[in-house]
């Protein structure tokens, strides 16, 4: 119901998947793609901070359903940076992309995806398939109000969502271990995600 308890849960399930890709720990190849997949959750976890911390400082408040129903009253808010005017909503809503396309794994980061299939697949495909990158789109749907004031959000998930469908399902048309294929289908259905979102 609020910012505080996301982060929390955007936390532990990074750290989840660290500690799954992770098991079987006597692999140097196991410990190297836990870290890189923990070092990507960070980055999109520091996103998601930076987003917080902006709502916190322009609303005083971090219920979203509050959030929801009072954005629309700060579109006509702008950062001023040099001689640029930022919009504030744009601001909030780059952050919150941002974190959004690191977690559901879209096209420039989803390189920490396929590796995390190191873990043992059932759980990894529930883990990472199923519940962590999907978690991208929570995100964005949960924040509807925010992004319905942001054409340039709008227009890029779509870009973004279009080019890692096609790069994913050709990807993974040329992969022969199965644990590859699976992580690819995975990254283009993403974004086929992000693209229905927009429509």
């Known amino acids: 119901g609020n910012f505080i308890m996301m982060f929390l849960g955007w936390e532990l399930i990074g750290l989840t998947s660290f500690f799954l890709i992770n098991f079987w720990s006597t692999k140097v190849g196991t410990l190297k793609s836990a870290f890189k997949a923990y070092s990507f959750n960070k980055t999109s976890d520091i996103f998601l901070f930076f987003a917080i911390i902006l709502i916190f400082n322009l609303t005083f408040n971090l219920d979203i359903l509050i959030?929801?129903?009072?954005?629309?009253l700060y579109k006509d808010y702008f950062i001023s940076f040099f001689i640029w005017d930022i919009?504030?909503?744009?601001?909030?809503?780059?952050?919150?992309?941002?974190?959004?396309?690191?977690?559901?794994?879209?096209?420039?980061?989803?390189?920490?995806?396929?590796?995390?299939?190191?873990?043992?697949?059932?759980?990894?495909?529930?883990?990472?398939?199923?519940?962590?990158?999907?978690?991208?789109?929570?995100?964005?749907?949960?924040?509807?109000?925010l992004f319905e004031l942001s054409q340039f959000s709008i227009n890029l998930i779509a870009i973004v969502g279009s080019v890692t469908a096609l790069y994913?399902?050709?990807?993974?048309?040329?992969?022969?271990?199965?644990?590859?294929?699976?992580?690819?289908?995975?990254?283009?259905?993403?974004?086929?995600?992000?693209?229905?979102?927009?429509?």
């Open 67 to 72: 959030f929801n129903q009072t954005i629309h």
């Open 87 to 145: 919009s504030i909503t744009e601001l909030i809503s780059i952050f919150f992309l941002g974190s959004a396309f690191i977690k559901s794994a879209q096209f420039g980061a989803h390189i920490w995806l396929p590796d995390s299939m190191e873990a043992p697949v059932p759980a990894s495909a529930l883990i990472h398939s199923a519940t962590l990158v999907s978690a991208g789109i929570y995100l964005l749907l949960r924040l509807n109000n």
């Open 168 to 199: 994913g399902g050709l990807v993974s048309m040329y992969q022969s271990d199965t644990k590859k294929i699976l992580a690819y289908s995975t990254i283009s259905h993403c974004g086929f995600l992000m693209v229905i979102y927009t429509t």
